[in-house]
């Protein structure tokens, strides 16, 4: 099993940082990306970043500029820094993994959430 912790989210008004970390542990053979989603209230989960092992990067339209995704593959570890945040980026951001435990078979996991309030 891959378990994934999410640490970084709390209060911050608008235009101002934070940066989200999430480390995997458990039984990791490799892991083929990682990456955010987020829900707001009443709405959607959606992907809001990913990266590649190549370090390949994906972004959600209305992040690209503000947030930058990365990764440490040694230390299985995603980060999603965030700058000049909005209000309607207040949601609950939970990271994503899919990985292998062996050779043939793979999964994917998720983090529990850390909350992201933006306030006006």
């Known amino acids: 099993q891959v378990q994934l912790v999410e640490s970084g989210g709390g209060l911050v008004q608008a235009g101002g940082s934070l940066e989200l970390s999430c480390v995997a542990s458990g039984s990791i053979f490799r892991i083929v990306a990682m990456g955010w989603y987020r829900q707001a209230p009443g709405k959607q989960r959606e992907l809001v970043a990913t990266v590649t092992a190549g370090h390949s990067t994906d972004y959600l339209d209305s992040v690209k500029g503000r947030f930058t995704i990365s990764r440490d593959n040694a230390k299985n570890a995603v980060y999603l820094q965030m700058n000049s945040l909005k209000p309607e980026d207040t949601a609950v951001y939970y990271c994503?993994?899919?990985?292998?435990?062996?050779?043939?078979?793979?999964?994917?996991?998720w983090g529990k959430g850390t909350l992201v309030t933006v306030s006006s």
């Open positions: 994503n993994t899919r990985a292998y435990t062996d050779y043939v078979k793979w999964d994917e996991y």
